[in-house]
Structures are given as C-alpha cells and as structure tokens.
C-alpha cells in the first residue's frame, strides 16, 4: 500500500510539475490566439474599407465573378468575402503561432509539414480563381460572338467553353496539390483527348450529311440570298 | 518628321512639294474597281473649283492585295503640273502604317497636310461611285470661302442605309453635342488646316477606335466639341460598293458606338452643358437624287433578335436593367405585325448602355458586342415600322427619335453622375 501511495505521490509530482511547466505556455497561447482575434478583426475592416474605396466589387462584377459566385450560393458582396478571408486567415496564422507557444512535439511537427504544404494550397487557390475568372470572360465572349453569328447552340458552346476550362484549372489545382497527381493527369487526357476524338468523328461521320447541307447553305448565303445589303454607317 | 507615320519615300515626296494649299486624301482598301474613278473625279474637281491652287492627291493604302494603288497613280498623274493645260495637282500614293483601318489612312493623310501646310483639305472614300467634281468644291469651298473649319456631308440616301447613322450616332451627337450634323460618320469630309493641325495633336487616340471605323465619330464630335465651326454640304447621293462582308456587324458597332462612348468620357463636361440642339449651315442645293434599292430580309433580323434575346438576357439585364430586359423579351416573343420597339425604349437602351461603359460594369467589347442583336431588333422593328413611308416622313421619325434622345438627355446626366445602380426604368 505504500509502495502505490508513493507512486500516486510521485505520478502526481509529476503532473503537478509539468501542469507547472505547461501553464505559462498556455497562457502565452491564449494570449496569442486572442491577440490574433483581435487583430484578425482590425484587418478584416481595414480590408473591407480599402476595397470599398478602390470599388473592387466593380471588378469583379466586370469580370463576372460576382455572377459566378452568385450561382453557387455566394450573395455577399465580393469585398465583404475577401475582407472575412483575411479575417479567417490571420485568425488562422494566429492559431498556429499559439499551438506553437504550447512546445508539444507532435503539433510541432504536424505544424512544420502543414506550413510547408500551405504554399501549394494558396497557388491552388489561385489557379482555381484564374479558371474561374478565365472561364467567365472566354465563354461570355464565346457566347456573344456565336449569337452574333446566328448560331443557335451559342449558349451550350458557352458553357462547354466555361466548363472546360474550369476542369483544366482544377485539374491543375490538383496538380499543385499533389493529389493523385498521375491518375488526375491521365483522367485529364483520356477524358479530353476522347472529347476530341468524339468531336472528330462526329464531324468526320456521323454529322457528314448535315455539315454538308450547312456548308451548302452558307455557301448560297454568300451569294446574297435572302441577305441584307442595309449599309450600316 | 519626329514621331510621324509617313514613309520615307512619302517623306521625300513632300520635301519635293515642299507647300500645298489644298490636299484631299482618299483612304483606301483592295478599291480597285473604284480608286480611278474616285481620283480622276477629285483631280477634275480641284482643276474645276481651285484652279489657281496648289493641289496634292493622297492616296494612303491599307496594303491592297488587288491592285489598288497602281490604279490610284495613273488616275492621278494626268493631273501633274507637267500635263499641258492642267493645274498644278500632284499626287502621292503611299501605304499608311499603324492599326489597319480607315483611321490610320485619315491619319497620314492629316500628317502629309500639315507638312505641305495646306490650309483646307477634304478626305473621300474611295469606293464611291456618286462621287462628282462637285464633291470637291463643296467640301472644300466652305472652308476656303466662308471661314468654317469642319465640313460634314450630306446626302440622300435610301431610307434603310446608314441605320447606325439614324438609330444611334446621329441622335446621340446631336443630343450631346447640341449641333444637327445629319451625317455625323458619313465618311467623306473637308476641315481646315487649323483642325487638322488639331487632330493631329491628339497623340493618344490612334491606338483606339479612332483608327478603324471610330474615325468619323471622331472627327465630327471633336470639332463641335472644341468649338470649331462646323457647317454641312449636300452632297447629293452616296452610292458606294457595298462593305466588306468580312466585316462583321458586331466589330462595326463596338468600333463606332465604342469611339462615341470614349468621346463622351474626354467631353463630359461639354455635353453635359449642352441644353437644346440648333442647325448647322447647309451649303449646296438639296434636292431629290437618284438612289438605289436596298433588300432587307425583316424574319431574319427577327429570328437574329430572337436568338440575342434567348441567349444574352442575362448579360443584357446587366448593363439595362431587369424592366427593359423583360420587355425585350416579350417583344421576342411577338410576330411581324405587332414587333415593335418605341423610341423612348431605344433612346433608354442606348443611354444605359453608355452609363454601363462609363461604370465599366462589364468589358467595354462585350458590352458593344452584346447590343449587336438588339440594333438589329430596333432596325427590324424600324423597317416594319416605316415600310410604307417615303423619304420624308421617314426622315420626320428620325427626327422624333432625336427629339427623344433629348427630352431624356436629364436622365443620361443623372445616371452618369450617380456612383450607384441606374433608377429603375420609367418606360
């Protein structure tokens, strides 16, 4: 019995000391982390008010992004997202630096490998918001010329424009992510070299006869059947 | 020469001329069925109306593939001082550098005018066929005789021609700008050597429009813009080869509408002063001219209106508003007999869309692009709409449409000067 007692004693001499030790090391981390909140805070409306005053969310309504992002649910003004992103993040980054301040050697480690990764998640990021942005712009462009040419599939060629493009953003996303980077990559090219292969012999045989008949028409349009000769200017 | 387009061998050329008082330029493109008719009817004119002047012809080229400018010199040599009995007219034949397009033509032509320090000077196309020596004395002659400076033309022509002329530029300009220059991007103009001096000193615009089909916005806001005096001449009838159908529409109206649109950026503080619109001086005798026949194919502007409106609603709602998007849509919808889109709407249309631009809501080419089916809705319901009028009571509907332009010219000023969304249509 005294032998257990002694143990007890000594486990709980023990426990004491490192809760002693551990202590100010929380302390600091709390003090961190609230620190980060509020700074996460102050940013955050730093943020907002300078996007509102360089009227970001004009750009990215020109861009189409706003549209893009109101289709997935997003409502909220494009500066008010990103001004609540920087929040997050720092909130984030400070949340780091705290579990750092604890010393526990797991979370070191996990740490260092989770900041090394997050370069890779940013450039994915990134590549991901470009494909969105290119997608818009190409395939409003897509669609405004198609219509301008009188051809009725104008808004699905649009949103295959879009689409494609989104899937070679995202499959570059992947890519730098280092996510099944070889299966994603022969997915991306089976999948796409068999639209191509599809898209030829659709045009090669099976669409031959309507092709024909469209190439025919056109040509008899040229000759000015049925044309306008209003002179604009 | 610092800073200037023209070549070498057009360079030297002038270094011989050495001073001109008179130069009339004729940009031109693959015209080679029409480049010598136009240069002999020029050289005829100054022979007939500038005798005693000292002439240039320009001709500046966009790189013709059929010939063009080998046609345009023997047109224009038989007017060489060393002709016996001819003036002293001499000719310049040069390929134009910078952007293709009728603008960089203009621009060398002002470049050469003002080396020769030519004091009145006339630009033509050179596709026409109507072209007569008294073109020459009538764009020129106010110039020299009466002390204007810029010389719009006038002419009659076929009630469907020239629909952006009649359905945007010539209402808009005059609702801004405050002066009736009928033919506001006719093509064909004299200016004096001060505004071509003036033209030319505006450096930064001929990366722009200006250097394609924006050149004759350009040209005539800027003079009535600056204060210049501006007059017009009848020039009878405008008959030229029908436009390179390579040239698509859409391209024609975002170069055109897109230079009108810029011009209202650089002159906002003009035209937003600009209260009521007066006629300008008309020289020449109008009178009734033959014209010829125009083929339009209404179901076909319909079912392209019809696609626009399928496929671009969302894009329209955009730049004018849920009220009018939803309108249009209707108006899709309806047969020939009742299509029919109210100038108010249209004036709406336009002023919105120019707001659009000003705002930057979306990319200034799609924005322009994106109208090209509703212009061609307005046109279809235009042409419904007059099929049965003559030339005069047509011309009286132009003239509504431009009054509607400027009874709601407030609404332009306010929306533009607003930093929020444009106030919901009241049509």
Known sequence: MHDIGEGMMEMGGVFYRRLIEFLPNFFVALVLFLVGLAIARLLGFIVLRTFKAVNVDRFWESAGIREVLARGGVRRPVSV????????????????????????????????????????????????????????????????????????????????????????????????????????????????????????????????PYIREYLSKRIEEGKGEGDDHIEPL | MKDGVLREEAQERVREIGHADIVVGIPSYNNAGTIGHVVETVRMGLARYYPLAKSVIVNADGASTD?????????????TADAPGRPGI??????????????????????????????????????????????????????????FDYVAPLYRRHKYDGTITNSVIYPLTRALYGKCVRQPIGGDFGFSGRLARFYLSKRDVWESSVARFGIDVWVTTTAIAEGFRVCQSFLGSKIHDFKDPGVHLATMLYQVVGAAFDLMETYAGVWKRACRSESVQTFGVVRETPIEPVAVNVPGMMERFRLGAQELADLWETILGREIVSFLKKLASLGEKDFFLPDDLWTEIIYRSAVSAHRKVIN????????????????????????????????????????????????????????????????
């Open chain 1, 81 to 208: 997202e990103l001004a609540r992103l920087v929040s997050w993040l720092t909130v984030l980054v400070f949340a780091v630096i705290a579990l750092n301040a604890l010393h526990i050697p797991v979370i070191d480690t996990v740490l260092a490998r989770f900041f090394l990764y997050l370069p890779n998640v940013f450039a994915a990021l990134l590549i991901l918001l470009a494909g969105l942005v290119l997608g818009n712009f190409f395939s409003r462009a897509v669609l405004i010329t198609l219509v301008n040419s009188g051809v009725r599939e104008a808004g699905l060629l649009a949103r295959a424009a879009r689409v494609a493009i989104f899937v070679f953003a995202v499959t570059m996303a992947l890519e730098q992510l280092d996510i099944g980077k070889i299966s994603v990559l022969i997915a991306f090219a089976i999948i796409f070299g068999g639209v191509v292969l599809a898209l030829a012999l659709a045009f090669g045989v099976a669409a031959r």
């Open chain 2, 67 to 79: 010939g063009t400018p080998d046609l345009a010199a023997p047109a224009a040599a038989g007017g």
């Open chain 2, 90 to 147: 001499r000719a310049i034949s040069t390929p134009y550098q910078g952007i293709p397009g009728k603008g960089s033509a203009v621009r060398t032509i002002l470049e050469l005018a003002c080396d020769v320090g030519a004091s009145a000077c006339a630009v033509v196309d050179a596709d026409l066929r109507s072209i007569t020596p008294e073109w020459v004395g009538l764009l020129i002659g106010p110039v020299t005789d009466s002390g």
């Open chain 2, 364 to 427: 200034k080419e799609h924005l322009l692009k994106s109208l090209a089916t509703l212009y061609i809705g307005r046109t279809a319901s235009f042409v419904i709409e007059t099929r049965r009028d003559d030339a005069a009571a047509v011309e009286e509907k132009i003239e509504r449409l431009c009054l509607a332009f400027e009874e709601k010219k407030p609404f332009l000023v306010k929306s533009w000067e607003q930093d929020k969304e444009v106030s919901p249509c009241t049509t």
